[in-house]
């Protein structure tokens, strides 16, 4: 059984950073995207950023040259570096996965998630 666990969310000032991590377990194939999500109050998931099996990324243009996504496939791990945040950012983040090669960025397109990190991101 696929399980995703998210970590690192918290509370942060405009301008900081954090780093959020998703821990990863219960499957064998290497072939999968993986990538973050982002839900705030009142509006629809959104996808932040995707990765595929061999570390090609793809980001919302929100989120381009302040968050880099990154994973370490001999720790099932993923991670997102989130730096210069907006109060915009502040958002319920997600981690997904989906066996496939092509990575979508829609939310709906990816079958397994995890409970989600918060993030609040104070002006």
């Known amino acids: 059984q696929v399980q995703l666990v998210e970590s690192g969310g918290g509370s942060v000032q405009a301008g900081g950073s954090l780093r959020l991590s998703c821990a990863a377990s219960?499957?064998?194939?290497?072939?999968?995207?993986m990538g973050w999500f982002r839900q705030a109050p009142g509006k629809e998931r959104d996808g932040v950023a995707v990765?595929?099996?061999?570390?090609?990324?793809s980001y919302a243009d929100s989120v381009k040259g302040r968050f880099t996504i990154s994973r370490d496939n001999a720790k099932n791990t993923l991670y997102l570096q989130m730096n210069s945040l907006k109060a915009e950012d502040t958002a319920m983040y997600y981690c997904a996965l989906v066996f496939r090669f092509n990575c979508p960025f829609s939310p709906a397109e990816y079958n397994y998630w995890g409970q989600g990190t918060r993030v609040t991101v104070s002006s």
């Open positions: 990765i595929d099996t061999y570390g090609s990324p």
């Open positions: 219960g499957y064998t194939s290497s072939r999968n995207c």
